[in-house]
């Protein structure tokens, strides 16, 4: 103690003045971000935003409640059946042909939005999984299908799904794909740490409602699909996915509401585009990139496109971190996100000018 005081009396009260004014700035200020920081989940469609927003569910509350588990119950039955069609519809576009015609005819005629597999449905998903066919496009499938991952997992666990008193696991949820149509905002305190997170779609057609939840944000985080550096565009899209990303993030960082918002760069699907760039077949689709397939070179390329579009716009100064995550992971994503707070709410802290 002695050390930090001065022997003289009016130095040592002013010093206890201003640290008592320094805690009591630092009080009001934790309690105002407590009260309004406001964390908005923004990305193309299928980077795993609401992958996220389901992980930091379960990180506050350890498991969904059972409205989420019933409601997810009939997603999971609708992906498994919707999933297989896509992959029979694959086939067809890539004139693989699929030997078990029988079972294809019989999946046809479930409808889209059957609430549960039946296990007549579960042999029918089986069988075509199993078929020839259908294995000569995973490859294919694996680009190509947005949610081939979730579609590998469902199907492996099938009898399980099928089961009449089938309730989905943790697990089975954070796989379940479900396109978010409209605006989904929960509050949470997850160490200590109050915050409001806006999870919204990030299809084209979505994107318009985006403007509404814009005011008072005090971080973006934002999600890039790693997967997408291997997408080549189709017939109908006129620029690449991560060309469309790359827009996108464009229009965020120069728009004004924006200015002084944190920004946080979730580069999803780690997993994912391991596997891919292990595959020398699979040709990277990265604009101007002339470099190799060296998993360090790729990803510090990618994501320096993205923070130079930061630095070229007109608010450069903002805070702006990055992570390369796997969101269907929920110990390493829980990592990432404690890490995100920590520099979300410490560094707002440090603002504070005294
Ligand atoms: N393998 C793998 N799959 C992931 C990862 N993150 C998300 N997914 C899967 O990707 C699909 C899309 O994820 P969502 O979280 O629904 O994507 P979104 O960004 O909310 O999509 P929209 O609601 O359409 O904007 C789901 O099937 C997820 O299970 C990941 O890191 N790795
Ligand atoms: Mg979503």
């Not at 009939?74 to 015609?101: T, V, W, Y």
């Not at 409602?209 to 189709?234: D, Y």
Request: proline share 2%.
């Amino acid at each position: 103690m002695g050390c930090c005081y001065s022997k003289d009396p009016f130095y040592n009260q002013e010093m206890r003045r201003r640290n008592k004014e320094i805690e009591s700035l630092l009080h009001k200020q934790k309690i105002k971000l407590e009260k309004e920081t406001k964390i908005l989940l923004l990305g193309a469609g299928s980077t795993g935003k609401s992958t996220f927003f389901r992980q930091v569910q379960l990180l506050q509350n350890g498991n969904f409640n059972q409205e989420t588990v019933i409601e997810f119950r009939q997603i999971i039955s609708r992906n498994c059946i919707s999933l297989m069609k896509k992959l029979c519809s694959l086939a067809n576009n890539l004139n693989i042909e699929i030997k078990n015609k029988f079972d294809m005819k019989k999946l046809d005629k479930i409808p889209n939005n059957k609430d549960f597999i039946s296990q007549e449905d579960s042999e029918i998903i089986k069988n075509l999984w199993n078929d020839s066919g259908i294995q000569k496009i995973y490859p294919y499938a694996k680009l190509q299908l947005e949610s081939f991952e979730s579609a590998v997992y469902f199907f492996q666990n099938i009898d399980r799904i099928s089961n009449e008193y089938y309730s989905p696991t943790n697990e089975d949820i954070i796989h379940a794909r479900y396109q978010t149509r409209s605006i989904q905002e929960e509050e949470f305190t997850i160490k200590g740490y109050h915050f409001r997170l806006v999870d919204v779609g990030g299809q084209r057609s979505q994107r318009r409602k985006w403007i509404h939840c814009f005011e008072g944000t005090t971080s973006v985080i934002f999600f890039v699909s790693l997967t997408n550096c291997f997408q080549q565009k189709s017939k109908e899209q006129k620029i690449s996915k991560l060309q469309e990303s790359l827009d996108i993030f464009q229009y965020l960082v120069s728009c004004p509401w924006f200015e002084r918002t944190t920004v946080v760069i979730f580069f999803n699907k780690l997993d994912l585009f391991k596997e891919l760039l292990s595959d020398p077949n699979n040709e990277l689709n990265i604009p101007s990139y002339q470099g190799s397939r060296d998993f360090t070179e790729v990803t510090e390329y990618i994501v320096s496109l993205f923070l130079n579009i930061n630095s070229s716009s007109d608010y450069p100064s903002r805070d702006i971190y990055h992570f390369l995550t796997c969101a269907i992971d929920s110990d390493k994503i829980s990592s990432v996100f404690l890490i995100t707070l920590h520099s979300l709410f410490e560094r707002s802290l440090e603002d504070l000018d005294f």
